[in-house]
């Protein structure tokens, strides 16, 4: 498995240029990073089977899909043992409106990223989806007036 030390300058140079393009032909990629084609092909394969490039997104404008409005939840647990955490961490995989979670050092459990279309739908998701999570004892809500960077 590849670790930061393990990557060359090239690998580095493959690994920024697909974060800011991940559509980028191979011949494009290979011109980015003075090689040609068909090594740069084998070296996004190692990196892809290794597991440092974990896949391929589009970044979607998610005000147009009606998805605008953004809360940023904190989650305090009545447990935090390992049975309870994992118990937490599977049930928030499974809400599509939770974007991102994230485990705190803090005096909270944890940090989520909540997408809707409006307040009262997101009201709706705290009450009966976020705080019927197992274990939550107490959550506080931060509502994003603007993203001014994503991604």
């Given at each position: 498995?590849?670790?930061?030390?393990?990557?060359?300058?090239?690998?580095?140079?493959i690994?920024?240029?697909?974060?800011?393009?991940?559509r980028l032909?191979?011949a494009?990629?290979?011109e980015?990073?003075?090689?040609?084609?068909?090594p740069?092909?084998?070296?996004?394969?190692?990196?892809e089977a290794?597991?440092?490039?974990?896949?391929?997104?589009a970044?979607?404008?998610?005000?147009r899909?009606?998805?605008?409005?953004?809360a940023?939840?904190?989650?305090s647990?009545?447990?935090?043992?390992?049975?309870?955490?994992?118990?937490?961490?599977?049930?928030?995989?499974?809400?599509?409106q939770?974007?991102?979670?994230?485990?705190?050092?803090?005096n909270?459990?944890?940090?989520?990223k909540?997408?809707?279309?409006?307040?009262?739908?997101?009201?709706?998701?705290?009450?009966?989806t976020?705080?019927?999570?197992?274990?939550?004892?107490?959550?506080?809500?931060?509502?994003?007036m603007e993203a001014?960077?994503?991604?």
């Amino acid at each position: 498995m590849l670790n930061a030390g393990d990557l060359d300058r090239i690998d580095r140079n493959i690994v920024k240029a697909l974060h800011i393009d991940g559509r980028l032909s191979m011949a494009a990629l290979a011109e980015r990073v003075g090689l040609s084609k068909t090594p740069v092909q084998a070296r996004v394969r190692r990196l892809e089977a290794d597991g440092l490039i974990k896949g391929y997104s589009a970044v979607i404008d998610r005000l147009r899909l009606g998805e605008g409005h953004i809360a940023f939840v904190q989650v305090s647990l009545s447990d935090s043992r390992s049975a309870a955490l994992k118990d937490f961490n599977r049930a928030v995989a499974a809400v599509a409106q939770i974007e991102e979670c994230h485990m705190m050092a803090a005096n909270f459990d944890y940090l989520l990223k909540v997408r809707s279309t409006d307040i009262a739908a997101y009201r709706k998701i705290l009450g009966e989806t976020i705080s019927a999570l197992p274990h939550v004892a107490h959550t506080s809500t931060f509502v994003v007036m603007e993203a001014v960077k994503e991604g």
